[in-house]
């Protein structure tokens, strides 16, 4: 960049001086920071969504404290607003908007007064130190020197194009700037705050929401009937914007907000996402595939929504008739008793006692409750110890496991507490033989 002398009027008093070279050291922290974008002119009467974009194209962090923005007005060579920047340290690649109203541009950093001037000719410059110029933007003409940078005829900011600006392109800082405005700039769609693009019609769409939720399953197969499965959704924001989520609902209508860690609403930066995770019940018969479906609803900064849903299907498999681990059968032998099977079950009478012999590795009792109650099994005396005694409810060939217990002991109880009126049977299964000592067996059952 070259180094003018200029005529610089700051509020009433008029300064004639010449713009001071820096040392070369200096000269790299200067000429880090660089005018990126403006958007000068939109539709309408009020301009109230202008901004300017610096950017930080050097390899260390710039203070801004030490710049200026000078809004130039382009017959005369007049500042007519000096914009003072404040003490933020800008990374190297970040960016900093100045805007008019934060509440209309997205990611603006600081409010200026306003308007920008609309040409024929106008201009932005960059100032460091008070005397040096750093950076200058002339656009719709050439404005009086220093603050045109070989020539701004052609650049304009179409005033009837929405969200449209001139900005650098190529947007990188490995390509010099070549000291020409109407080379370096040119119309874009605006991109306050993020990098600038090569697209410049149909701006709006380009900020339009985007969202994709995904959702896993574990465990991803559950048998018959069902049962609890942990669910963990991402929500991607593949927007240009950050969006806020505002609602997570299943294929139920189920609200999910406050179910695990699921929270809403959530910030979601541009090319973020969130996560969450939740127990939900899933059924199902077996062979049946259960899609499970979470949709996502999020908002940008213009109010513009997204939605998106994301599914799952978990596999329901065969019915699991032990949920228990059961101990290896020592000395497996058959035996004609007539309680080797469900479907041949002894009957045991409610709330009396009954002796066995532990001469079988696998004996069936029933039982029936008339009425809904409280069920404890008491299985005494049982020597052999090594064994199972294990409870179920139903009809043999679709019988439901309710409890057990696998415990080493002689005497056991085994509490079930409230169980509905239904056909009950008891299995049990020893590890060794007793011909000689008897174990009892009660049902104990009030209503």
């Known amino acids: 960049m070259k180094w003018h002398t200029f005529f610089l009027l ?32 939109q539709p309408g009467l009020l301009d109230a969504e202008e901004f300017m974009e610096l950017m930080n194209i050097g390899t260390s962090a710039a203070d801004l404290a030490q710049y200026q923005i ?48 609309n040409g024929a000719p106008d ?30 005829v052609g650049l304009e900011d179409d005033g009837t194009a929405v969200m449209q ?32 693009v090569e697209q410049e019609t149909d701006c709006a769409a380009l900020f339009d929401p985007e969202i994709v939720v995904a959702v896993t399953a574990v465990p ?3 048998p018959e009937p069902g049962g609890a499965v942990t669910l963990t959704v991402r929500i991607d924001n593949n927007g240009l914007l950050p969006v806020t989520l505002e609602t997570l609902t299943d294929n139920n209508d189920q609200n999910l907000n406050g179910r695990g860690s699921c929270q809403t609403a959530q910030e979601i930066a541009a090319g973020g996402f969130h996560t969450c995770e939740y127990t939900a019940a899933i059924s199902g018969e077996e062979g049946e595939q259960v899609v499970y479906a ?54 045991l009478p409610l709330n009396q006692t009954l002796p066995f012999l532990a001469e079988d590795m696998d004996d069936w009792y029933l039982f ?9 099994i008491h299985w005494l005396n049982f020597v052999p110890q090594e064994g199972q005694i294990l409870l179920y409810r139903g009809q043999c060939d679709s019988r439901v496991f309710v409890a057990n217990n696998g415990e080493t002991a002689v005497n056991r109880v ?16 020893s590890d060794a033989l007793n011909e000689q000592d008897e174990y009892t067996l009660r049902v104990q059952f009030a209503p």
Request: proline residues 8%; contains cysteine; negative net charge.
């Open 10 to 41: 700051l509020g009433m008093l008029l300064v004639v001086g010449t713009a001071v070279r820096p040392h070369r050291s200096q000269a790299l922290l200067v000429e880090q920071l660089i005018i990126n974008e403006v958007d000068y002119d």
């Open 70 to 117: 000078l809004l130039v007005d382009g017959d005369t060579g007049l500042v007519y607003e000096t914009i003072t920047l404040p003490a933020v340290s800008l990374s190297p690649g970040d960016y900093y908007v100045v805007c008019r109203d934060q509440l209309l541009v997205p990611n603006c950093d600081q409010e200026f007064t306003g308007p920008i001037q």
């Open 123 to 152: 201009a932005v410059a960059l100032l460091f130190g008070g005397t040096v110029l750093v950076d200058a933007v002339s656009y719709e003409g050439d404005t009086i020197a220093p603050y045109t940078e070989g020539s701004g």
């Open 165 to 196: 600006s001139i900005a650098r392109w190529p947007n990188d800082p490995g390509i010099p700037d070549t000291n020409q405005n109407n080379v370096d700039f040119s119309p874009r769609c605006a991109t306050p705050g993020l990098p600038n």
């Open 220 to 222: 991803g197969s559950i």
């Open 294 to 347: 979470v949709t996502a609803t999020a908002v940008d900064f213009f109010g513009h929504n997204a939605t998106d849903t994301g599914q799952i299907t978990v596999n329901v498999t065969r019915p699991l008739f032990w949920e228990i681990y059961l101990p290896v059968l020592l000395n497996p032998r058959i035996y004609g008793e007539p309680n080797n099977s469900c479907a041949e079950a002894y009957p």
């Open 368 to 376: 029936d409750l008339p009425q809904a109650g409280t069920v404890r």
């Open 414 to 429: 085994l509490d079930v507490g409230a169980q509905p009126a239904d056909r009950y049977y008891i299995r049990i299964i």
